[in-house]
């Protein structure tokens, strides 16, 4: 047996298990795609941590806490206000509650600019809610 969260998992509760993060996956990136915050939101803890691609630190930038991340959010589809995650593809680990979302990113910016880029996105779950979201993209030069 193989426990996860706080249940434990025979064979057939780690398919579920998989199925249920896969899942939530596919829904997020409908959520995303729909530009839906209320929707994405609903997804995640309130003590939530969005790390994105981009910022002064290894890390990019970090947003804690479930308004700091809707007001990210928010900003991100301010500044590409047609971005669509394409050519998804979710994996999942069920032993580490974790869940890999990978896609193509692409989208105009306020200026015009066209945006096209391959990335991922690592989802942390805890009690089925989304606890950290740490996005990664490409360079394109």
Same mark, same amino acid.
């Given at each position: 047996?193989t426990?996860? #969260?706080?249940?434990?998992l025979?064979?057939?509760?780690?398919?579920?298990?998989q199925m249920?993060i896969?899942?939530?996956?596919?829904?997020?990136?409908?959520?995303?795609?729909?530009?839906d915050l209320?929707?994405i939101? *609903?997804?995640?803890s309130d003590?939530c941590?969005?790390?994105?691609?981009?910022?002064?630190?290894?890390? #990019?930038?970090?947003?804690? #806490?479930?308004q700091?991340v809707?007001?990210?959010?928010? *900003?991100?589809?301010?500044?590409?206000?047609?971005?669509?995650y394409?050519?998804d593809?979710?994996?999942?680990?069920?032993? *580490?509650d974790?869940?890999?979302?990978k896609?193509?990113?692409? #989208?105009?910016? =306020?200026?015009g600019?066209?945006?096209?880029?391959?990335?991922?996105?690592?989802?942390?779950? =805890?009690?089925?809610?989304?606890?950290?979201?740490?996005?990664?993209?490409?360079i394109?030069?």
């Open positions: 047996m426990y996860f #969260g706080d249940r434990t025979t064979s057939n509760g780690w398919a579920e298990a249920d896969r899942s939530t996956l596919r829904e997020l990136s409908e959520a995303f795609n729909a530009h209320d929707r939101m *609903a997804f995640f003590d941590v969005l790390e994105m691609p981009r910022g002064n630190k290894p890390w #990019g930038s970090r947003f804690e #806490g479930k700091t809707r007001e990210a959010l928010a *900003a991100r589809f301010e500044g590409l206000p047609d971005v669509h394409g050519n593809e979710h994996f999942v680990d069920s032993p *580490a974790t869940g890999i979302s896609w193509t990113l692409t #989208g105009t910016t =306020r200026d600019t066209t945006v096209e880029v391959r990335g991922c996105d690592f989802y942390t779950f =805890r009690n089925g809610k989304v606890i950290r979201k740490d996005s990664y993209w490409k394109v030069e």
